[in-house]
Structures are given as structure tokens and as C-alpha cells.
Nanobody, 115 residues
Framework: QVQLVESGGGLVQPGGSLRLSCAAS????????MGWYRQAPGKQRELVAV???????NYADSVKGRFTISRDNAKNTVYLQMNSLKPEDTAVYYC?????????WGQGTQVTVSS
């Protein structure tokens, strides 16, 4: 069993920055990918970013060039650095992790971009 806890969400002005963190605990040794999804009210959930054990990454077109995903294996933590934030980035952001045969999800953290 893997537990994921997100932090770092909040209210920020357009053009500002936030860094989300996701700390993993439990049976984490075999995790091969971690990432972030988001869902805004009335919209589909979308993959924001993913990072794999080899440090390869993928980003949604809507965030590419503004967001950066990274991981610190020693701290069992994945980060999402969000720059140049826009109102349309407002959503609940969910951390996820994957190992062989299992997906794990965090509780979500609210990000609100508003002036």
C-alpha cells in the first residue's frame, strides 16, 4: 500500500508561481512513475505532468513551458513547479503514483488563480 499526501496549493495571482509537493510513504520501492492530474468544475480530469524513473517527462499542451515536474527519490517526493499561472489553471490537483499492477491517488490540493 502506498499513501500520497499533497501540499502547496493555495490562492495566487495571475502570473504568479506555486510549487506543489507530493510525499509518498508505505510500499514505495517499486514505484516507477509519479505525476499530477487536475480537474476543474464541469471539466474532464486531465493529466498535467508525469515523471518516470529515468527522469523522462510528459506535459499537457496547456502547461508545457510553464510547469516543471521533478522528483527527489531520497525524500520520496515529487514536485510540480508552476510558473506564469493563469486563471484557467484553477483546479483541484491530484498526485498519483504507479507500480506494477497498481495506481495510487492523493486526496487533492486546491489551486486557485485569481486577482
Amino acid at each position: 500500500q502506498v499513501q500520497l499526501v499533497e501540499s502547496g496549493g493555495g490562492l495566487v495571482q495571475p502570473g504568479g508561481s506555486l510549487r506543489l509537493s507530493c510525499a509518498a510513504s508505505g510500499s514505495i520501492f517499486s514505484i516507477y512513475a509519479m505525476g499530477w492530474y487536475r480537474q476543474a468544475p464541469g471539466k474532464q480530469r486531465e493529466l498535467v505532468a508525469v515523471i518516470r524513473t529515468g527522469r523522462s517527462t510528459n506535459y499537457a499542451d496547456s502547461v508545457k513551458g510553464r510547469f516543471t515536474i521533478s522528483r527527489d527519490n531520497a525524500k520520496n517526493t515529487v514536485y510540480l513547479q508552476m510558473n506564469s499561472l493563469k486563471p484557467e489553471d484553477t483546479a483541484v490537483y491530484y498526485c498519483y503514483a504507479a507500480n506494477l499492477g497498481n495506481d495510487y491517488w492523493g486526496q487533492g490540493t486546491q489551486v486557485t488563480v485569481s486577482s
